[in-house]
């Protein structure tokens, strides 16, 4: 969204997490598009604070090393941001055209967000008149000045030309809905839930339109922290327990008294949080509608990022919210081919490929938009 194109390109989306970078190239074919490749490697330990890249340097040569093992060549890339300082707001402006609001966005910005304009990337996108109004909406998001660079940054030490930063919760709602084969979530609301190292996201989509996000600050870490309290081991020890926690049992069936279930017991009281916190985005957003509407019902919650991995966490989460809880899978009712890559891999790293994966389609979408004008 933050940015521009820069004549055709061999395109990879690229999400730099915390936790891990992963990387996405899809390619238009006579019959639609096609996975033809993607990676996962870990980020390194600190490299990546409140969103923004520290060692730039280090994540562009393990961008690199990752690429080239996994055979993969472009020259274009599309990254993304996320996490508590990224604002993405729908307000109203009075109604101008896209050159005035341009040259005054930073201005009108101000009047919603209390963020520093100097400091910060402003961009924006016309949603469309308010109806009987001199009003329009507008889709504005606001991110800090180093969360932006530093990415583009590691793009371009990478050896790839930056084309476009977007927005996490749009490139999973473009990979996971606007890309679905079927006509499923165009008629309901959901929540797409992304779980990451550092924060989750709740992204509420009704009828196929972002509707509301909200960033939680209780994720993956927390988790591997709380268990690296309890037992003193490693950060990257804990995370294999972590994800081991569930290996025997799954989440919904952990017995809390059960002496082998000591992880569980730490990671319990801050999992409770964290879904307390999304039954109150739920609230909020039904709150917009009046009492018994049919928009402001959530049918169903879903669940991307690392710790979506846990098993049995879709059912624990869904007896919690008494709401239908599934984990992603992007690929299981998608218009996208992916018969060229390996089914354990897909199964493995499926919940964490949902922001590459709607990177990767950005640039597609807007070919297919060029071709048809």
Avoid at 99 to 106: D, E, G, Q, T
Avoid at 220 to 243: D, P, Q, Y
Avoid at 333 to 350: D, M, T
Wanted: hydrophobic share 45%.
């Amino acid at each position: 969204m933050l940015g521009s194109l820069f004549g055709k390109e061999t395109v990879v989306g690229i999400d730099i997490g915390s936790s891990c970078i992963k990387a996405v190239q899809i390619e238009p074919t006579a019959h639609g598009w096609e996975l033809v490749n993607a990676a996962v490697m870990p980020t390194r330990p600190e490299a990546i604070k409140e969103g923004v890249i520290f060692n730039v340097a280090d994540v562009a040569a393990d961008i690199k090393t990752m690429l080239k093992n996994a055979g993969i060549k472009a020259n274009g890339a599309i990254c993304a941001i996320s996490g508590p300082q990224v604002i993405v707001r729908q307000v109203q402006f009075p109604k101008m055209s896209e050159a005035i609001l341009r040259k005054s966005v930073k201005y009108e910005a101000s009047k919603h967000i209390s963020s520093s304009m100097e400091d910060s990337v402003v961009e924006f996108q016309i949603l469309g008149d308010v109806p009987d109004s001199n009003m329009m909406n507008v889709m504005l998001v606001a991110a800090p000045r180093d969360v932006v660079f530093s990415r583009v940054s590691a793009l371009e030490a990478a050896g790839l030309e930056p084309l476009v930063v977007d927005v996490e919760a749009f490139s999973i709602i473009r990979s996971f809905i606007e890309f679905n084969a079927t006509d499923e979530y165009l008629d309901s609301t959901v929540a797409l839930i992304d779980m990451g190292a550092s924060h989750t996201d709740v992204n509420i989509v009704s009828c196929g339109e972002f509707a509301l996000t909200r960033n939680i600050p209780i994720a993956g870490n927390s988790f591997t922290n709380a268990v690296k309290s309890l037992t003193g081991s490693l950060f990257e020890e804990a995370e294999i327990m972590k994800l081991q926690m569930t290996a025997n049992q799954s989440l919904d069936e952990i017995d809390i008294e059960d002496p082998n279930s000591r992880c569980w017991r730490v990671v319990q009281p801050l999992l409770d949080e964290l879904i307390r916190e999304i039954r109150r985005s739920v609230n909020y957003y039904q709150s917009q509608f009046p009492e018994g509407s049919s928009d402001s019902h959530v049918s169903k919650v879903i669940l991307t990022g690392g710790s979506a991995r846990m098993r049995g966490i879709d059912t624990y989460m869904s007896n919690k919210l008494t709401i239908k809880v599934e984990i992603a899978d992007i690929f299981k009712q998608s218009a996208i081919n992916v018969e060229r890559i390996p089914k354990e891999f897909l199964s493995e790293h499926g919940p964490i490929l949902a922001v590459g994966t709607g990177l990767a389609l950005k640039e597609l979408m807007v070919e297919s938009k060029r071709k048809v004008a």
